[in-house]
Structure formats: structure tokens, C-alpha cells
């Protein structure tokens, strides 16, 4: 048996979808003093979506975006590439949180949905968008029902979800770990996500916002007429912007307005990426639709084909660090990935790891995002996707802006959008609850998905965490 430190020897430690030539700029880090109409803060998906249709609603809008580090250095850039319409972190979590608005609530998805494929159509933005839906598969018996039940609640909201028995699902996609598969199609895809993130970062130049990457905001303070937000560069003298507006798009990373901390887990995710496969190796698969796919467990990995026929993998382990810090490279869970990406597909034994790495998400209690505004209405925020940002982030940006605009429409009036998440309790407190969280998910899914009393408490608030 192969030990798990040589299944990783040859994944360098980089971000696949960022190692190669093609990223925009670099754009000039912020030296001095500015000022803008609307300053947005943080460059990765919602940042970017906000700077870009805060331009197209009205062109003379001046606007100035703040990266700390590079664009989509978070997130953003270190996803799996799943694309999805859903809002409410899957469709069984909105019908529980809130039933009388689901049904807005997936048409708002479906619509943010098509509107990203258009605006990449549009744009000419080569970022592999494929609109292939997503398959999630049984790894243990009492999942097999438990996909039957959400093939039933699929259906009775008008989506495409066909229920694979075990042959099914193995001649789809061959694999002898899987007991059975709900194949779900119109309701997302894969994409390559840096590819999406330059092409937005490069219509907003074209647009004329002003990008600023290596440009960390310091602190923020209300004005008569706006917000001063302090910043600070690598070497660079610090600077302000002096703003009518400020969007506030940082996610996991801490937000210059602390008490937001409260409400994002900054949960750490981990990802492998094979060598491309060889057409006998790709044809051993099947796999023709190339749709990502998940297990079915509270601990779960999510996969899916690149362009170029290599394999993502990742997921399983969602690390909550004392604090919130954590490092990009954790070899006991690349190792683990390593193992159960063998045990998924041995077909594939000796295919070599090429990439290997870590980032965070931004979890909130409720797996959904919150939204608000604070300093008197100028400034907004829209964070906290829990894994599904790619799409939701768009969505995210428009209700950002209209709630800078005071708009009463269907995005604001939302119970989601006027209503916080349970906030997480905060250190020393926050790290034992989490890891008894951890524990008791892990024992769910080893005891036929059977929930303990402290799960069974937190289900009754609606209230966890995930990745």
C-alpha cells in the first residue's frame, strides 16, 4: 500500500486555476489620498460583480476597488468551480428556513444564473462555463433514501432531478463506491473560476474603475459626506479614499467593520488536482456529461473534470483554526484526499497530484449570506456564500447596491436580506463548539446519518456551520 505522503510528493503547493500566465494588471497599489462615489472593498467575486454593475446602472459613477492582496487571491481563485443557481445553500435549506419565500427565492437564482452566463457570453470571457447541472452520489446505505427524498422535493419545485440506482449511477460514472446518485441538470455547472475573475476584473477596467491590488483597508470612519477608509501598501506610503459609498466585500477575511466577524466561521477547505488523464484513463470513467459532483454526508468531497481532462478534488475536511488563522498547505488532509480520491476511483492508481492547496470560506450560521448596511446607509456589505459564491456572489453585489441606493425590490425584501444569522460565539468559546460541531457531524455520518441531541438542538435554530 502506497503511504499517503508519496500520493502527495509531486502536487507543488499552488492554486491550480491561478498557476499560469493570464491574470490581469497588476494594477498600481493606492498611493496617497483618493476619493470615489463608491469605494468597494475587496476583489474577489462580489467586489468585483458590485464595481461592475455599479458601472453599467450609471457610467459616470466613480468607482475605486481595493484588493489587499491580488485579484482573486481568496477564494474566489481557490474554489472548485462549481457553479450553482441556488441562494439558499440547496433547496432543502431554503424550504426549511424560509418556506413562504422559496419560491422567490429560486426564481431570483435561477435569473442571477442566467444573467452570469449571459454577461460571460456577452463579454467574451472564456471561462469554460458549462451549464452541465451536478450529480450527488450515495457512499453509504442510508443515503440511498435519503436521495430518493430529495429527488421527490426536487421535483415538486418544477427542476430536472432523475434518481440513479446503483447501475444507473456506476454506468454513468464508474465508480464501485456508489450505491446510487441524484442527477440534477439546469441548476448550475462548472466553470473555471480565476478565468471568470480576471474577465470581470477586465471589464471593469474597460468600464474605468479604478483597481487597486496590494491595497489593504486599514479602517473606516463616517464623514459628513460619506466614509474615509484608511489604507495601507507593500511599501507604500499609507493612503485614504474619501467616498460618498463604501461596499464591503471581504468574506472570510476580517472586515475593517469588526462586529461582522461575529457572524463569518472562516472555515479552511482543501483541494487536490490530478495530471491530465489519458484517453484510456478518461474513457474508464465514462463520465460524459462532465458534471461536478459531491457525496451525500455531512463530511463530503465535491469533484469535477478541468478542460484539459484533469480531476479536482476536494473537500472532506472543513478546519476551523483557534482564531480563524490557518496555512494553505495542511499535508494530513491532502494526504486523506489523496486516499479516498484512490478508494473513489482505483481505476486511477498511479495518477499523479500536480497541485495541492488550501483557502477559506466564509461560513455563516445559517450556510446563507447576510447583508446589511451601517454608518448611516453608506456603506453596505454582502458576505458569508458557505461554498456557493460563485453564483451567489452576483447576487450578493446587486443587493449590496441596492441597499446603498435604498431600493425597496425583490432582492431587499427578502426575510434572507433583512434578517442576521445566529451569530457565532466568540474565542475561547468558539473553537471547543466548533470542534464538538465537527465531532458529532463526523459521528453522524459513521451511524447511518443519525443525529445526536447536540445536532438535533442546533437543527431546531436552523443553525451549523458547512463547507
Not at 481563485?77 to 426549511?96: C, E, I
Not at 476580517?254 to 491530465?276: M, N
Request: charged fraction near 25%.
Amino acid at each position: 500500500m502506497i503511504k499517503g505522503s508519496r500520493l502527495i510528493e509531486d502536487a507543488a503547493p499552488r492554486v491550480f486555476w491561478t498557476d499560469r500566465p493570464g491574470a490581469p494588471g497588476p494594477y498600481e497599489p493606492l498611493h496617497g489620498r483618493t476619493t470615489a462615489d463608491l469605494l468597494v472593498v475587496g476583489g474577489g467575486f462580489t467586489g468585483l460583480w458590485a464595481a461592475v454593475l455599479a458601472k453599467e446602472e450609471n457610467p459616470a459613477c466613480d468607482v475605486v476597488l481595493l484588493e489587499a492582496r491580488s485579484i482573486a487571491y481568496g477564494a474566489s481563485g481557490r474554489n472548485g468551480g462549481f457553479v450553482s443557481d441556488s441562494l439558499t445553500h440547496g433547496l432543502g435549506q431554503g424550504a426549511r428556513l424560509w418556506p413562504s419565500e422559496n419560491a422567490a427565492l429560486l426564481a431570483l437564482g435561477r435569473a442571477n444564473l442566467a444573467a452570469i452566463a449571459r454577461f460571460v457570453d456577452d463579454h467574451g470571457i472564456d471561462a469554460d462555463l458549462r451549464l452541465v447541472g451536478k450529480t450527488t452520489v450515495a457512499v453509504a446505505p442510508h443515503q440511498v433514501e435519503e436521495l430518493r427524498r430529495a429527488e421527490k422535493l426536487h421535483r415538486e419545485h418544477g427542476e430536472d432531478a432523475v434518481f440513479l440506482g446503483r447501475d444507473e449511477m456506476r454506468a454513468d460514472v464508474e465508480s464501485p463506491t456508489y450505491l446510487a446518485g441524484l442527477r440534477l441538470r439546469g441548476t448550475g455547472g462548472v466553470l473555471d473560476p480565476a478565468a471568470l475573475a480576471w474577465g470581470l476584473a477586465r471589464v471593469a477596467a474597460r468600464l474605468g474603475v479604478r483597481i487597486h491590488e496590494g491595497t489593504e483597508v486599514t479602517g473606516l470612519t463616517r464623514t459628513r459626506t460619506g466614509v474615509e477608509a484608511g489604507t495601507r501598501g507593500h511599501a507604500v506610503v499609507n493612503g485614504a479614499v474619501s467616498a460618498g459609498q463604501v461596499l464591503l466585500a471581504t468574506n472570510a477575511f476580517p472586515s475593517p467593520l469588526r462586529r461582522l466577524g461575529l457572524f463569518v466561521l472562516p472555515i479552511w477547505d482543501y483541494v487536490l488536482v490530478t495530471e491530465p488523464l489519458s484517453p484510456e484513463q478518461r474513457a474508464s470513467l465514462r463520465w460524459p456529461e462532465g458534471q461536478g459532483l459531491t457525496d451525500a454526508g455531512n463530511r463530503f468531497h465535491y469533484y469535477r473534470l478541468t478542460r484539459d481532462d484533469r480531476i479536482l478534488w476536494g473537500g472532506y475536511d472543513a478546519i476551523y483554526n483557534f482564531g480563524g488563522g490557518g496555512s494553505e498547505q495542511r499535508d494530513a488532509t491532502h494526504e486523506r484526499l489523496a486516499r479516498h480520491f484512490f478508494a473513489t476511483f482505483p481505476q486511477l492508481r498511479g495518477l499523479r497530484f500536480t497541485h495541492r492547496w488550501g483557502g477559506m470560506i466564509d461560513s455563516t450560521s445559517r450556510f446563507t449570506p447576510f447583508f446589511g448596511t451601517a454608518m448611516g446607509g453608506r456603506l453596505a456589505y454582502a458576505l458569508g456564500y458557505t461554498g456557493l459564491g460563485v453564483g451567489a456572489s452576483r447576487f450578493g453585489a446587486l443587493t449590496g447596491l441596492d441597499l446603498l441606493a435604498r431600493r425597496s425590490t425583490a432582492r431587499t425584501r427578502l426575510r434572507m436580506t433583512r434578517r442576521h444569522p445566529v451569530p457565532f460565539p466568540p474565542e475561547p468559546l468558539r473553537w471547543p463548539v466548533v470542534q464538538l460541531t465537527r465531532r458529532e457531524l463526523a459521528r453522524a455520518d459513521e451511524n447511518e446519518g443519525r443525529r445526536g441531541p447536540w445536532l438535533r438542538s442546533l437543527d431546531r435554530f436552523g443553525i451549523g456551520f458547512d463547507s
